[in-house]
């Protein structure tokens, strides 16, 4: 092995130690927020299970809406690792190691050692990488195996053989079998040859779709039924600030952090895709001759890394709002290494270089310190406030602990599954029928064995007291919903218990309000006390 190849792959191991590293910072510190909730809960349910719940709903609410491959594979894992914070998180960071090496080996084929090595050291550090990384959901899954998938295309465009276009067809199925999404990174990889007018390698892209679709097909006959339960899906129409939004999770974390450095992240987010494409313009006319041979490469680095989002946001106007920024990890990571290729090859002056690098710098430890340290929604310190009802609440004597929705629900029933010593009998009111939050059917509630309560009348009973957990933010859009329509008053639980009961005491665990009622009186009726 000659000595730049050996220092090379020292360099890489060093950087998938920091990579590992970083991952596993505060992995079980942080609690599970109800999406991370619901899937190891779901998951534990094994695989008929999870069908029922998935691809059965007897009401409009939606099913579980993903498929089942990520679900399936944490299932094993939790078999084997158990269902503690860090195992089930661990599984993702994991995950995301493995992408970092597969992002040198993709910008190793596209360009050389250096800037292979670079783009694994950005995405190794990325915030919103080790984010992903650090969650219990399919988005690190997603972003290795789509990574996988472009690398198997460069493969079969390089070198033609069948094979290497066989496993792309293979893994843009899987891709799919993750998570739908991936359908607008497919679709914009899919349209390369197209694009560049390469009728041979078309044929066989087409070809290659079309393994793609009888594989997925199993899972895609029943993708209109669950994409017409998402019609009043949470996610919000997009609008042309979506885009900077999203380039802002990309060189920082997607968390909604202090307002003091919406400035610094916003303008970063503006400047480097403005020197990116500011130096690759030339290189894709062809009028930079000594950097002719990175047309190809960069310009796919480019494409995948902006239009997925392109097609994503167009979408989400023309059927239903689909635009979901982690969705995009896959692109943030393509994204990384064209930044690398700015860095290291594009001969932007070195100064230039050095600002642009230092100013990145700053806005990564800014954000991997927000992310290590986030504890307010949606992951205020469940843990802590279950510690807290189980020290003071006595279901023995007819307490009700009930908690405002399914977002406080699922993460403390977590909590209280994966914590031996603590065994509360827990109550969660539904979400507004038909509203953007009405996103768990009742077939998935069944299998979770975690029914809704109607209202929260029927969740309390006659209750001597109640606990009720709700965060300060839904209590704050629950005050907006009725002032907007006043029919919504018969969904505010908070209000209802006011009028039923004394207010104790509230505990608060950051956002997250722990409401003690006590001494239930029956309101009066005003229209029936004499003037």
Do not use: C
């Not at 106007?317 to 700015?342: G, K």
Request: proline share 5%; net charge negative.
């Amino acid at each position: 092995m000659r000595q730049s190849d050996k220092r090379t792959w020292l360099l890489l191991a060093a950087i998938l130690l920091l990579a590992l590293g970083l991952r596993m910072i505060n992995l079980g510190g942080r609690t599970l927020w109800y999406d991370e909730a619901f899937t190891v809960l779901f998951a534990e349910k094994g695989w008929d299970a999870m069908l029922d719940g998935t691809l059965d709903a007897d009401e409009d609410a939606a099913a579980e809406e993903h498929p089942l491959l990520y679900y399936q594979l944490l299932h094993y894992w939790m078999e084997v690792f158990g269902q503690s914070p860090v195992a089930v998180r661990l599984f993702s960071a994991l995950l995301g190691v493995a992408t970092v090496a597969l992002v040198f080996g993709l910008a190793r084929a596209w360009f050389d050692d250096r800037t292979a090595l670079s783009a694994a050291l950005i995405t190794s550090v990325a915030p919103f990488h080790v984010q992903y990384s650090q969650e219990t959901r399919m988005y690190a899954l997603l972003a290795l195996v789509l990574v996988s998938t472009t690398w198997a295309f460069t493969r079969a465009w390089q070198r033609g053989h069948w094979a290497y276009w066989v496993t792309f067809g293979v893994l843009s199925a899987t891709s799919m079998y993750v998570q739908q999404l991936a359908a607008f990174y497919l679709l914009a990889l899919g349209l390369l040859p197209f694009v560049i007018r390469d009728r041979a390698r078309a044929y066989r892209t087409l070809a290659a779709g079309s393994l793609a679709v009888v594989i997925y097909l199993p899972w895609l006959v029943h993708l209109p039924d669950q994409m017409q339960k998402l019609r009043n899906f949470w996610v919000q129409e997009p609008t042309v600030l979506h885009f900077w939004l999203v380039l802002r999770s990309f060189i920082s974390v997607n968390l909604d952090f202090a307002a003091a450095w919406w400035v610094p992240t916003f303008l970063l987010a503006a400047i480097l895709p403005f020197f990116l494409f500011f130096r690759a313009y030339p290189v894709l006319r062809g009028r930079d001759r000594k950097l002719v041979d990175d047309r190809q490469a960069l310009g796919w680095a480019l494409w995948l890394a902006f239009m997925p989002m392109v097609l994503m946001w167009i979408a989400s106007y023309l059927f239903q709002p689909l635009f979901l920024p982690r969705a995009l990890l896959p692109s943030a990571v393509v994204f990384y290494m064209a930044v690398a290729w700015l860095f290291v090859r594009s001969r932007v002056p070195v100064p230039i270089v050095g600002v642009l690098a230092v100013a990145w710098s700053v806005v990564i430890v800014f954000g991997l310190v927000t992310l290590y340290t986030w504890d307010i929604f949606p992951t205020p310190p469940f843990d802590d406030a279950l510690d807290y009802l189980e020290q003071y609440a006595n279901p023995d004597d007819g307490d009700a602990i009930v908690h405002g929705n399914k977002i406080t629900a699922l993460p403390m029933v977590y909590y209280d599954h994966v914590n031996d010593d603590i065994d509360l009998p827990q109550h969660y009111v539904r979400d507004i029928p038909d509203s953007g939050s009405d996103t768990l059917a009742r077939s998935t509630q069944e299998v979770l064995g975690l029914l809704a309560e109607k209202d929260i009348a029927i969740a309390v009973g006659d209750a001597p007291r109640v606990w009720y957990i709700t965060f300060k933010q839904l209590e704050d859009e629950m005050v907006e919903l009725v002032e907007d329509d006043p029919d919504n008053a018969q969904y505010d639980s908070l209000t209802w218990l006011r009028d039923h009961y004394h207010t104790e005491q509230v505990k608060r665990f950051e956002d997250l309000n722990v409401y003690l009622f006590t001494d239930r009186v029956e309101p009066v009726d005003a229209s029936t006390v004499d003037e």
